[in-house]
């Protein structure tokens, strides 16, 4: 464990995705506003017609050695 990493395997929604040593630290993607994020989202129309990000097979957030990739990322806005 460290600054840069944490996995919660009491969470009620783990795991959120198919992999081995899941990074909750941004459980939340802070790139989904970012359009360019670099992840392998879909994109899905809502029923309201609004079009949003389907990140369900992305894993950047979660895994550790993306931390200094999302934080430039974050950087650049
Ligand atoms: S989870 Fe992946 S695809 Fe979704 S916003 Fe974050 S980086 Fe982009």
Not at 40 to 49: L, P, T
Not at 66 to 71: H, M, R, V
């Amino acid at each position: 464990m460290s600054y840069k990493y944490f996995e919660n395997k009491d969470c009620e929604f783990y795991p959120c995705h198919n992999s081995e040593n899941i990074n909750c630290l941004f459980c939340f993607c802070p790139l989904y506003l970012i359009k360019n994020c670099g992840g392998n989202f879909n994109v899905i129309k809502e029923s309201n017609g609004k079009d949003i990000k389907d990140c369900s097979s992305c894993l950047i957030p979660h895994k550790a050695e993306n931390y200094d990739y999302i934080i430039k990322k974050l950087s650049e806005r």
